[in-house]
């Protein structure tokens, strides 16, 4: 059992945790995660870390509430505990040789994208930080970009907040105007990657993407993960738990990407409805 | 005495009952059985039986205390050279092992080796008040690496030495391939769990959510005190055949469809892991892996379910008694088939139609057996011109796996073969000193004994290791 040493919501449907599990806190490293179990009877969820504190032995978790089991692992509280917690897993964010990066985030993927720009930061590299929300009720830690960033661009797609539109407006402007990026880290929804990935083509600025596929056992057992990357005219399996997260933008296929994704998403709403009945009866 | 020519049959649930449920298959012998089957032995002085058991139980000895009704003594000597009986006397293939030696078989059927094996095991889980071993520790500490039957065989022989032994397991359940791959209806996991339990209850620990590799490496595990380690870390990411249409969704790999209705439950009523249930399902494969997905995706419910294998009958690696009870619930083989296509639905005028992307049917195509491979298999060769559909909407790969990187990329010095599997002596040492391997981490996906005898050769080897240190 792993204790949930603080809470804290960031916006009505996302929610930020750290979970007491000393052994992940020392080892994990921005770009890896974790899988929890909220129950005994639960299903296995994988989620990005978002922070450590090695010395208290905690791991920060920033989750957004779309299913049934993050629904459920809303209701827990401050001091309750979680049946399982497991990591880190996946291979940690390459840093290496890059001195100028951009860190595109969009929605909840903000979370993950978040220790990813503190870690460049912390090693010295020229951050500019591009984020992008639905509106201005969904915006989450744009005071942790802003310490973190050299530059930082807020988005909204409805103008409620910041600038109007797209995250990939601010990212073209920037490459027309001549900005040499060594490397562009994008981490949100599939479609937002996709189209990070095709803004930055032109340029020839490397993308590395942070795939988020279904995962169970997140170890490399049960393959349910995998994605194919066109690599040389050859569609490649790959593994996004033992291979990933991160990939090559330009090499993976978004299109099998989504839609694989959608592959429970029938039973998925009707579970977490189900849940949401439960709560709203007790 | 007349001797009984044939071995007593073990009740089993009816073929067009157990299609629909998860209970066990077969029932167990009872005790009437038990001790007519017993008479049947004939306590051979050489006990060719003993030679063809990898885990060398001593099967003669258990027998004759079966005989005399003296269940604790039989559990006490199948004890002493095996760690798990109950799972054993379900899952290992005998016919090919210790029964395939017995005298008995020359002759008549072989005395029903697993089948008392597995009454004797049943007898001491139900007892309340269980004979336990008595044990000395000696002080070392000895860490293992996953709870598979490799891993929890080289735990219980170094606990019985006295060892101090912990156990990692990466999954949030002990038992490895024992809880996450092989079926309620064919192992039920309250079986496994006491076999735990009982490991247990002789001093091993079992940590769950530690993934060696990624939460702790093997030189930690050295560092925090342990004198040597064990790996056996079971076999990895599941092979596809590289044709086209293998991502499209209600395409599962056999280890992901069996974790998601064993491990999570999926098959259930409203589990909380989804599954694909009913419809008509294709599993490619002939391993006993095969065999307990289309029987698992049978029970969740499939109208049809085929077996498609690229060989014939005679060339069908799985256990003849798997196969024999899957046909009998009706799975349907389609031998001499080899897939070269997954078909998937495309509204062309609709991108957002959400059947998008769901299998709707396999192209096959015909083989015919042709001259023998390096192994003395007759190779198939494909029939030109013979493809054909077949109408499914689940297809699931059973065509075994390869070796998991996580520790062998975080272990300096540790060498795999060419497939990744981890080099070891006829010892179960690597070539890092105290470190032992065994099981599918070192062969690829063999069988439970097998991997269970491995775990024996190596408590072994680290007894004497760590006995001259």
């Not at chain 2, 006397?89 to 090919?96: A, D, F, H, L, S």
Request: proline content about 6%; some cysteine; aromatic content about 6%.
């Amino acid at each position: 059992m792993y204790r949930i040493a603080s809470k804290k919501a960031l916006n009505p449907t996302v929610t930020q945790m750290e979970i007491v599990s000393p052994l992940v806190a020392k080892k994990a490293k921005p770009g890896q995660f974790i899988i929890l179990r909220v129950d005994e009877e639960g299903e296995r969820i994988p989620l990005t870390v978002a922070g450590t504190d090695p010395e208290k032995g905690t791991v920060k978790i920033i989750f957004q509430i779309v299913g049934a089991t993050t629904e459920k692992l809303n209701h827990k509280e401050e001091g309750e505990f979680i049946q399982d917690f497991v990591g880190p897993l996946g291979v940690a964010t390459h840093t290496e040789g890059i001195k100028k990066v951009c860190i595109v985030g969009g929605g909840v993927g903000c979370a993950i994208a978040m220790p990813v720009a503190q870690e460049f930061h912390r090693l010295g590299a020229e951050v500019t930080s591009i984020i992008g929300f639905r509106n201005k009720d969904l915006l989450i830690l744009e005071d942790e970009f802003r310490e973190c960033s050299d530059r930082l661009v807020v988005m909204t797609d409805d103008g409620s907040y910041a600038r109007h539109g797209n995250v990939t407006v601010p990212l073209k402007e920037m490459l027309e105007a001549g900005e040499k990026f060594d490397m562009i880290i994008t981490i949100g929804p599939l479609i937002m990657m996709k189209f990070v990935t095709l803004t930055a083509k032109p340029f020839g600025v490397p993308v590395t993407v942070s795939m988020n596929p279904i995962m169970i056992d997140g170890t490399g057992m049960c393959g349910g993960c995998r994605l194919t990357l066109n690599r040389d005219g050859e569609r490649i399996t790959k593994f996004a738990c033992v291979d990933g997260p991160d990939f090559n933008g330009y090499e993976v296929d978004f299109d099998e990407a989504m839609s694989r994704g959608r592959m429970y998403f029938d039973f998925e709403r009707k579970a977490h409805e189900e849940t949401c009945n439960l709560f709203k009866k007790a | 005495m007349a001797l009984d020519p044939k071995k007593h049959e073990m009740p089993t649930q009816a073929p067009e009952v157990r299609a629909h449920n998860f209970n066990e298959v077969a029932l167990g012998y009872t005790e009437e059985m038990a001790v007519a089957e017993a008479q049947r032995c004939l306590n051979c002085k050489n006990m060719p039986c003993v030679a063809g058991c990898p885990v060398n139980v001593n099967i003669p000895g258990f027998i004759s205390r079966i005989k005399e009704k003296d269940y604790e003594g039989a559990i006490l000597i199948i004890s002493r050279t095996s760690t798990l009986p109950a799972v054993c006397g379900r899952v290992c293939p005998q016919e090919t092992q210790c029964e395939s030696k017995c005298t008995m078989g020359i002759k008549f059927e072989p005395v029903g080796i697993g089948r008392l094996e597995r009454f004797v095991a049943d007898w001491y889980n139900s007892q309340e008040e269980k004979p336990v071993l008595p044990i000395e520790p000696n002080g070392h500490r000895v860490a293992v690496v996953g709870s598979g039957p490799s891993g929890l065989t080289c735990a219980g022989d170094l606990a019985r030495l006295g060892y101090k032994v912990t156990v990692f397991e990466a999954l949030h359940t002990a038992g490895g391939v024992l809880v996450y791959g092989i079926p309620e209806f064919r192992l039920p996991k309250a079986i496994v769990a006491q076999e735990v339990e009982t490991l247990k209850k002789n001093g091993v620990d079992i940590e769950t959510n530690v993934v060696i590799g990624k939460t702790l490496t093997i030189d930690e595990l050295f560092e925090m005190g342990y004198e040597a380690v064990f790996i056996g870390s079971g076999a990895g990411l599941p092979n596809f055949m590289n044709i086209p249409g293998e991502s499209l969704k209600g395409v599962y790999s056999a280890n992901e469809f069996l974790t998601r209705s064993n491990l999570m439950k999926a098959y259930r009523d409203n589990p909380v892991t989804p599954i694909m249930k009913g419809g008509k399902v294709a599993v490619v494969g002939g391993g006993n892996v095969a065999m307990d997905a289309a029987r698992t995706a049978l029970r969740l419910g499939a109208e049809k379910v085929y077996i498609v294998y690229r060989r014939s009958m005679d060339e069908l690696p799985a256990r003849r008694e798997e196969v024999e009870h899957a046909m009998e619930e009706g799975i349907d083989f389609r031998l001499l088939n080899n897939p070269v296509e997954i078909l998937g639905y495309n509204n062309p005028d609709d991108p957002r139609d959400p059947k998008n992307g769901f299998v709707t049917g396999m192209r096959c195509i015909r083989m015919e057996l042709g001259e023998p491979d390096a192994k003395g298999r007759r190779r198939p060769v494909p029939i030109p011109g013979s493809e054909f559909t077949l109408d499914v909407d689940t297809v699931i790969m059973a065509i075994g796996t390869s070796p998991n990187p996580l520790i062998k990329n975080t272990t300096a010095g540790l060498e795999v073969n060419k497939h990744g599997g981890i080099i070891v002596n006829e010892a179960g040492l690597t070539s890092r000193e105290g470190v032992y391997a065994g099981g599918d981490a070192v062969t690829g996906a063999a069988t439970v004994i097998s991997a269970m005898g491995a775990g024996k050769t190596a408590a072994k080897a680290i007894d004497e290791y760590l006995s001259k240190k």
